[in-house]
């Protein structure tokens, strides 16, 4: 099945990945569905639901994280090609 949105935070330091995930999970109506270190000390979570879900998952999470530490990227995919959420 097609994931309807896909929503990436990336940060500098695992401490702001967290504070984000946990804010985006609280925000809206979404699923976690990685977390992965870049590199660098870079961390990108990944979550998937609703476009407008995932959207405010997304601020949310960007600005609480954006609170402890360093956001460098926040990104939604609307309607995301099969399989690139596995990339």
């Known amino acids: 099945m097609a994931i309807q949105a ?3 935070i990336e940060t ?3 401490v702001p990945a967290v504070v984000a995930t946990d804010a985006a999970l609280k ?8 977390q992965d270190k870049v590199g660098s000390g870079f961390v990108a979570v ?4 609703d476009v407008a879900s995932v959207q405010a ?5 960007a600005s609480a994280a954006g609170q402890v530490g360093e ?3 926040v990104h939604v995919i609307p ?3 099969d399989g690139v959420d596995s990339v």
């Open 6 to 8: 896909l929503g990436m």
């Open 12 to 14: 500098k330091g695992i």
């Open 27 to 34: 925000a809206a109506d979404v699923k976690y569905i990685k």
């Open 46 to 49: 990944s979550l998937t639901g």
């Open 57 to 61: 998952a997304v601020d949310a999470g």
């Open 71 to 73: 956001v460098v990227s």
């Open 79 to 81: 309607r995301p090609q």
